[in-house]
Every structure is written in C-alpha cells, then in structure tokens.
DNA sequence: CTTCAATTGTTGAATATTCAATATTTTCCC
DNA sequence: GGGAAAATATTGAATATTCAACAATTGAAG
C-alpha cells in the first residue's frame, strides 16, 4: 500500500481517497460528540476563530472554517438567529461586515472546546502519539505545498 | 505546530481541522481536473470501484465511495440517465441491486484515472516522494484504527 | 474629480444532500 | 411453515449548498 498509482490502481491507494476516507470518518466522530450542544462541526470552528474577541470579516472567516461565501453568510444567518454571533459593518470599509461572538457563543464555543479536545485525546489514545504528531505535520507541509 | 490541542488553542492545531482542510484543497485540484470531462469526483470514484467489472451492490458502493445510501441512488440515477453505468438485480438476494459499469463508462473512466494519476504526480513533485508514502501509510493507519 | 474596474457580501433560483418513512425481500426462530 | 425482525434500496419532504447575478463600496486611471 501507499505507492504511487497507476491508471489501473485501486482508488485506495490515491492519496485523494485516503485523505477523504480519513476525514469523514474523524469528521463523523466529532459531529456525533458535538450533537450533544446540537451544534454542527461548521459552527464550532466559526465560534473557535471568533474568540480571539477580533472582528473578523466574511471573507476572511469563509476562508478560515473552509466554507464558501454564500454558504458561510447562510449559516451566519443562522447563528445569528440563535444569538451565538452578531454583525457589525467595517468603519474602516463599509463594503465589510465584521463578526464576533456573543458571550452565549463564547459560553457554547467552551463547551465545544472541550468535547473537541476530548476527541483529539481519543484519537491520539488508540492511534498513538508519535503516528498522530508525525501525521499533523505531514498534513501542514501539504496544505503549505498545495496552497 | 502538531502538538496536542488544549480547549484555547487554535483550529489550525486540531487534526480534524487539519484533515479537513487538507482534503478540501487536493479534492478542488482534483475537481479542477474532471471538469474537462464534467464529471464530478463522486463519479469517478464510482466508475473506478465498478470497473473492476463485478457486481456491486448499492450497500457496497456507498461504503466504498463515501456517499450515503440515498445520495448514492440519486447520483447513480444520474449516471443511468448518462448511460454510464446500468443496474441488475441480484439473482442471489433481490432485495439487492448489483450495479455495473457500461462501455461508455468504461471509456470515460479511463480518461478520469489518467487525469487523476497525472494529479498525483504533480502532487509528489511539489511535496516529495518520500512525505506522501509516508503521509499515505499514516493515513491508511488512521483510518483502520477509527473504523 | 469622475468614471470604470475590483472587492465584498448577500440573494434567489437551481441543484444536491439528508432524514424519516416506505416497500420489498430475506432471515430468524418458535 | 408462519410471522416478526432485519437488511436493502428507494422515495419525498425538509434542509443545505452552490452558481450566477446583484448591490454597495472602494480603488485606480485618466
């Protein structure tokens, strides 16, 4: 396993498949912890880069929880709608809309924090310390490369 | 960077985040790709799985290519509709649907795995041989001990 | 300074996905 | 064997996502 692939090689042995395969199986794990705040994994991350307590612009966010612009302003729409989040336009730039967190989305974003982190140190139990530093890097130098 | 995430550290920090992202850059440069043939990454996994020329059920196929069951039904309906693949029901069980690849399928699966190695090859270029065998070993590792 | 292009965010329509319910067939077990 | 439970695939309604078009603001060029 893991060599280059030919034309006629399993989809296994892409690291396209893998890359997916991997993801929706610890995507799924982590949805099914954070259901208990019935808070999808999108939300969690938008919360998370909120606490810095800077406003963040749309744009900026959409990139930084990997979701696309309409989709983003949707589930804005949303959060809004359940006080996690509010909108305040740029001073600066008036064609920018900054976000920031409510203390009920700070509140919610700690409970969040810790079921996260309590998955992660799952993971890193049953697949290892070494395996799992060793593969974050791994995925940082692609995500560099890839760009 | 790669060290074990605490509640206040970053996204960035998180595997999951890191496995999400990494997946969504190297699936829209493989996207890019089977768009010369307008085909979707779904469907190429699809065709590759049948195109080992034996039945596969549509239980089979959705584990195999990520997809859940009614999505997967919706897609192949598609994909019948494109005269790319065609359904039999099973002899053996018939409350299963064993599903095939046609010879248009075939033919358009062919251009797909070359578009997709040539992906791979300049994915190893700009990254290294050496870190995506390694990155493919941790990953087939990762997925076996979440199952 | 004025006009045209670029940037930013949102919207509406089209499309796709998901959840729950359904239909069909098989398996289990008494 | 007969009836309940499990397995398989599909459907329809509800929801979410995407694409293209739009509106508003800023930047830039003449």
Redesign the pocket.
């Known amino acids: 396993m893991a060599k280059p692939p030919k034309e006629n090689s399993p989809i296994t042995e892409h690291l396209t498949y893998l890359l997916a395969h991997a993801n929706r199986e610890i995507n799924r794990q982590l949805e099914t912890r954070l259901a208990k705040e019935g808070v999808p994994v999108?939300q969690w991350r938008i919360l998370k880069v909120l606490s810095d307590g800077n406003g963040h612009?749309?744009?900026e966010l959409a990139d930084a929880v990997l979701?696309?612009?309409?989709?983003l302003?949707?589930?804005?729409?949303r959060m809004v709608s359940d006080a996690l989040v509010y909108?305040v336009q740029d001073p600066k730039?008036?064609?920018?809309?900054l976000m920031f967190v409510s203390d009920r989305g700070k509140a919610l974003c700690r409970r969040l924090n810790s079921l996260a982190v309590s998955q992660e140190e799952h993971i890193v139990e049953s697949y290892g310390d070494k395996s799992t530093t060793e593969l974050k890097r791994l995925l940082e130098s692609l995500i560099g490369s890839a760009n």
Chains 1, 2 share one sequence.
């Open positions: 999108e612009s749309m744009g979701l696309n612009h309409p989709t302003t949707k589930m804005i729409d909108r730039d008036r064609r920018k809309v």
